[in-house]
């Protein structure tokens, strides 16, 4: 009789086991992703014309810290920060619960075969710390709208303007040869400057797949926001412009030599490059370009904004991040948060 039950129990238990490995394995294989509204972003525009380094999401800033192989951390409220196991990350978009982000571990030395591979686009759970890769190539742009990521795609011979949905890594297209450096959502639209023959801004309606004129110009990086088109013109010098699209109105905010930039409300920061006049040096200004104050001379790069704060670079160190306030003291320090006493 003892030998019955024993038996009986092995059995139950052999049960249970496949019953749990049966569970795991449905729940491994159903994507319990929630779709996204139509108007989802998951970073703002000039942050991913930035490299996407920094972003905001529900009183958090998220961050690829470079002296730690572009791992992300996590800024609390209190000043207190978390580490994650992402590493080599760009092109942070946060959205619902989920981060999505680029990847480019071809410079992180020796590799594991149990390592993830090189390149792709991720997404992750914030809760359950759950990946999941949604292409495997490289790609510069990664630019969340609605539940679809938008890419400009490497290949090994070209490059493209690329479609990913966020549940379904099977749901993928290349839209354009053209590779579009997408960054600027808004409302189900995408903003961009034509590459082939002209570098008129265009609209992209991501609910249709159809693109139309929308502001004729010689434009560089556009940015939508609250009615405002910012650009910079190709034809005036690289003067950093901005266009109300109500009143039909154009103010230029700089007449120098603006090759990249980024904006907040009524902030704007832009990096001043003029090897005519020797002119190396990042700014902050208004919309109108009554209030320019110098924050540093030296060339900049990676112009990201998160939690009243701007975040940037020396153009020569890509391991320090430095920042100054959005509407304070615009004197620059060195970002320096205590990252390696975390576990």
Same mark, same amino acid.
């Given at each position: 009789?003892?030998?019955?039950?024993?038996?009986?129990?092995?059995?139950?238990?052999?049960?249970?086991?496949?019953?749990?490995?049966?569970?795991?394995?449905?729940?491994?294989?159903?994507?319990?992703?929630?779709?996204?509204? +139509?108007?989802?972003?998951? @970073?703002?525009?000039?942050?991913?014309?930035?490299?996407?380094?920094?972003?905001? #999401?529900?009183?958090? +800033? #998220?961050? &690829?810290?470079? &002296?730690?192989?572009?791992?992300?951390?996590?800024? *609390?409220?209190?000043?207190?920060?978390?580490?994650?196991? +992402?590493?080599?990350?760009?092109?942070?978009?946060?959205? @619902?619960?989920?981060?999505?982000?680029?990847?480019?571990?071809?410079?992180?030395?020796? $590799?594991?075969?149990?390592?993830?591979?090189?390149?792709?686009? !991720?997404?992750? /759970?914030?809760?359950?710390?759950?990946?999941?890769?949604?292409?495997?190539?490289?790609?510069? %742009?990664?630019?969340? /709208?609605?539940?679809?990521?938008?890419?400009?795609? !490497?290949?090994?011979?070209?490059? %493209?303007? &690329?479609?990913?949905?966020?549940?379904?890594? *099977?749901?993928?297209? $290349?839209?354009?040869?053209?590779?579009?450096?997408? =960054?600027?959502?808004?409302?189900?639209?995408?903003? #961009?400057?034509?590459?082939?023959? @002209?570098?008129?801004?265009?609209?992209?309606?991501?609910?249709?797949?159809?693109?139309?004129?929308?502001?004729?110009?010689?434009?560089?990086?556009?940015?939508?926001?609250?009615?405002?088109?910012? %650009? +910079?013109?190709?034809?005036?010098?690289?003067?950093?412009?901005?266009?109300?699209?109500? =009143?039909?109105?154009?103010?230029?905010?700089?007449?120098?030599?603006?090759?990249?930039?980024?904006?907040?409300?009524?902030?704007?920061?832009?990096?001043?490059?003029?090897?005519?006049?020797?002119?190396?040096?990042? #700014?902050?200004?208004?919309?109108?370009?009554?209030?320019?104050?110098?924050?540093? =001379?030296? /060339?900049?790069?990676?112009?990201?904004?998160?939690?009243? %704060?701007?975040?940037?670079?020396?153009?020569?160190?890509? !391991?320090?991040?430095? $920042?100054?306030?959005?509407?304070?003291?615009?004197?620059?320090?060195?970002?320096?948060?205590?990252?390696?006493?975390?576990?």
């Amino acid at each position: 009789m003892s030998k019955s039950k024993d038996q009986l129990k092995l059995v139950a238990a052999v049960l249970i086991l496949i019953a749990v490995v049966l569970l795991l394995t449905v729940l491994n294989v159903i994507d319990f992703t929630p779709e996204n509204d +139509i108007t989802a972003t998951g @970073n703002t525009a000039g942050n991913l014309y930035n490299g996407g380094y920094f972003c905001e #999401y529900e009183d958090k +800033i #998220y961050f &690829s810290w470079p &002296s730690d192989d572009h791992r992300v951390y996590c800024m *609390k409220p209190d000043g207190s920060f978390e580490k994650t196991d +992402i590493t080599d990350a760009f092109s942070l978009n946060i959205y @619902n619960g989920y981060l999505y982000y680029g990847r480019n571990g071809a410079t992180s030395g020796p $590799r594991s075969f149990l390592d993830r591979r090189p390149f792709g686009v !991720y997404r992750v /759970s914030l809760s359950s710390g759950r990946s999941k890769v949604l292409c495997s190539s490289l790609c510069a %742009y990664v630019c969340l /709208s609605g539940s679809n990521l938008f890419l400009q795609e !490497y290949t090994d011979t070209s490059y %493209y303007f &690329s479609r990913v949905n966020i549940k379904n890594d *099977k749901d993928f297209e $290349r839209i354009s040869s053209a590779g579009y450096p997408i =960054s600027c959502a808004d409302n189900g639209f995408l903003y #961009y400057s034509e590459l082939n023959g @002209n570098h008129n801004i265009y609209r992209y309606d991501t609910r249709t797949g159809s693109a139309e004129l929308f502001y004729k110009g010689n434009c560089f990086q556009p940015i939508y926001e609250n009615g405002l088109l910012y %650009y +910079i013109d190709l034809a005036d010098g690289y003067a950093l412009k901005c266009y109300d699209t109500s =009143s039909g109105s154009l103010s230029t905010i700089t007449n120098d030599r603006c090759i990249n930039y980024n904006v907040s409300g009524s902030a704007v920061f832009y990096q001043i490059e003029n090897p005519d006049t020797g002119h190396y040096a990042l #700014y902050r200004n208004n919309i109108q370009g009554t209030a320019a104050e110098l924050i540093a =001379s030296g /060339s900049f790069c990676h112009i990201n904004i998160a939690g009243g %704060y701007v975040y940037f670079q020396r153009f020569n160190d890509e !391991y320090t991040f430095y $920042r100054a306030s959005l509407t304070g003291s615009a004197q620059m320090e060195e970002f320096m948060p205590d990252l390696w006493s975390l576990k």
